[in-house]
């Protein structure tokens, strides 16, 4: 298949190499060009851990319109607040329909593409999806080298109808299609997200060990102690409680963890403990990361709104939230994605999300 990445952060290329190995027409975009020299120059990504071998991409290119030219599926992979201006520029590019799927979308990803796609290109209309999270578990190394630890098993994707999210999944490249499950509704990749859940109270929590300049820290095992693990499970509650007043009720992030690593475990320490694929995951240096800067704008905070919404407390969330704001002295709710703009002006109703 003809498939474009876009983002050659950590995911992208480790995306990309995983489909060049597997024998399709590969083309990696990238904002900026002095992220991508060493591809430009010589197009080929090294690829270690679960997925061995050297991967030449067909295209390594910062020009958006040649990288969207003819696709067949577009896999966006950079981080969800970049997703807005995205759908702008490819409503300026894409030219005929296709399949785009925001890995992940993080919370109503989808809505947000689609409603800043058709601002400014209502004749085209693409097919929209995102997924639960993240494929892989990896780390980029250099420009053109990535390490995958784990690639994630059966990782929810759905359109934001959750119409044909079965034809979705049959449509996908070879390599990916047994990787990725139809979800019952969008409600289920966006509040099914875990990624919120797992990445914003821990940063935030060691906000002295992560500025540190000395020490180095494993960001899953020691970073997550008990009683941060057990404050996390309180966030999860809430998020659980979200997807359950809104009719699609979602598994724990302790369960999700199970089954997507294949753990075991009785709490959510000791999953986190017993996954290898955590072991040698090291802490931001800083705060200006995005467990933070995506995380809580794009999924804490819409998932807040649709809870208070919804008449629930939120208060575990509500103090992250809080904490953030007030550590980076952004107001987060006001920069984070607006809930019912998202919704109201995608032909969606908020009687058909919140009730």
Not at 70 to 85: G, K, L, Q, W
Request: proline content about 4%.
């Amino acid at each position: 298949m003809r498939i474009t990445v876009i983002g050659a952060g950590n995911s992208g290329l480790a995306m990309a190499a995983h489909l060049s190995i597997e024998g399709h027409e590969v083309t990696l975009w990238n904002r900026s060009k002095e992220n991508i020299q060493d591809l430009l120059d010589n197009p080929v990504i090294r690829c270690s851990g679960v997925i061995n071998g050297e991967a030449f991409i067909t295209l390594v290119t910062d020009n958006l319109r040649i990288a969207l030219a003819n696709p067949e599926v577009i896999f966006v992979t950079t981080p969800a607040f970049s997703h807005a201006d995205l759908a702008a520029q490819f409503a300026i590019y894409l030219t005929k329909p296709t399949t785009i799927i925001l890995n992940p979308g993080r919370t109503f990803g989808a809505l947000e593409f689609q409603y800043n796609f058709h601002k400014k290109n209502p004749f085209v209309n693409p097919i929209i999806a995102e997924t639960q999270t993240i494929l892989y578990t990896c780390r980029k190394i250099n420009q053109n080298e990535v390490e995958i630890y784990a690639l994630k098993q059966d990782v929810l994707v759905s359109t934001i109808s959750g119409d044909d999210n079965e034809v979705l999944v049959q449509a996908l490249p070879t390599g990916l299609r047994d990787k990725f499950i139809p979800a019952g509704s969008m409600i289920e990749t966006s509040i099914g997200n875990v990624g919120m859940i797992m990445h914003c109270a821990p940063i935030l929590l060691n906000t002295g060990w992560v500025e540190s300049e000395n020490d180095d820290f494993n960001y899953y095992r020691t970073g997550i102690s008990q009683t941060i693990a057990h404050y996390i499970e309180k966030m999860d509650n809430e998020r659980i409680a979200v997807a359950k007043a809104l009719g699609h009720p979602i598994e724990s992030a302790m369960e999700w963890m199970k089954r997507t690593y294949d753990l075991e475990g009785d709490t959510l320490y000791a999953v986190i403990q017993n996954n290898a694929a955590y072991a040698t995951i090291s802490a931001p240096r800083s705060l200006n990361h995005r467990y933070i800067t995506e995380d809580i704008p794009t999924g804490l905070v819409p998932l807040e709104a649709v809870g208070k919404e919804l008449g629930l407390e939120m208060k575990a969330i509500s103090l992250i939230i809080d904490l953030a704001s007030a550590l980076m002295e952004i107001d987060f709710r006001k920069e984070g994605r607006n809930l019912h703009e998202l919704i109201e002006k995608n032909g969606i109703s908020a009687k058909m999300i919140l009730n």
